[in-house]
T-cell receptor
Framework: AQKVTQAQTEISVVEKEDVTLDCVYE???????LFWYKQPPSGELVFLIR??????QNEISGRYSWNFQKSTSSFNFTITASQVVDSAVYFC??????????????FGKGTHLIIQP | GAGVSQSPSNKVTEKGKDVELRCDPI?????LYWYRQSLGQGLEFLIY????????KSGLPSDRFSAERTGGSVSTLTIQRTQQEDSAVYLC???????????????FGPGTRLLVL
């Protein structure tokens, strides 16, 4: 069975601070995908990043960066110089690869990030 | 291009009635997924369609839930004899074909908010 744990239920920081959202996963599969999604107050899930299990290279996109460590089964997400618009619920998710793509996602419970002005 | 669309946006029904929720995936996407999001259970996978293959129904919570996908495109999720615990946001997602660079990445629609009275 697959499991995703986001231990931080809620994080509150002041604007311009850096913040890291933790994600730990469990799977018996050797190949899988990891994802981060953002859910702003409007409610729609917005795709941020997909990482393949065989690619441990860290990724940076603007103020966002992701640290994938297979040895600790973690896929952490850092926002540098946070902004009020970053306020949202962030979900980490995992899926097994299947012949045509990927199976359904297993989500963590989400981390509610509050950026105070 | 157009994203995933879902209808209706909101649905209020009485306990015991049947409801149908519709999803139009992104054009060209071969995989389609249904999830539900509720306060108590978080984000749960329900069912997954990949091309013409038999769907993965492993996430359906009871036999009151069913889904079909016609012509490899539009999907309908049907809940029979609705119960109050079925109240949730039902989300649909689609992902590109297996040979696409972004295969396995799921793009979500805005959801249908279902309230069972």
């Amino acid at each position: 069975a697959q499991k995703v744990t986001q231990a931080q239920t809620e994080i509150s920081v002041v604007e311009k601070e850096d913040v890291t959202l933790d994600c730990v996963y469990e799977t018996r599969d050797t190949t899988y995908y990891l994802f981060w999604y953002k859910q702003p107050p409007s409610g729609e899930l917005v795709f941020l990043i997909r990482r393949n299990s065989f690619d441990e290279q860290n990724e940076i996109s603007g103020r966002y960066s992701w640290n994938f460590q297979k040895s600790t089964s973690s896929f952490n997400f850092t926002i540098t110089a946070s902004q009020v618009v970053d306020s949202a619920v962030y979900f980490c998710a995992l899926s097994r690869l299947s012949g045509g793509g990927a199976d359904g996602l297993t989500f963590g419970k989400g981390t509610h990030l509050i950026i105070q002005p | 291009g157009a994203g995933v669309s879902q209808s209706p946006s909101n649905k209020v029904t009485e306990k015991g009635k049947d409801v149908e929720l519709r999803c139009d995936p992104i054009s060209g996407h071969t995989a389609l997924y249904w999830y539900r999001q509720s306060l108590g259970q978080g984000l749960e996978f329900l069912i997954y369609f990949q091309g013409n293959s038999a769907p993965d129904k492993s996430g359906l919570p009871s036999d009151r839930f069913s889904a079909e996908r016609t012509g490899g495109s539009v999907s309908t999720l049907t809940i029979q004899r609705t119960q109050q615990e079925d109240s949730a946001v039902y989300l649909c997602a689609s992902s590109p074909p297996r040979l696409a660079h972004s295969r396995g990445t799921q793009y979500f629609g805005p959801g249908t908010r279902l309230l069972v009275l």
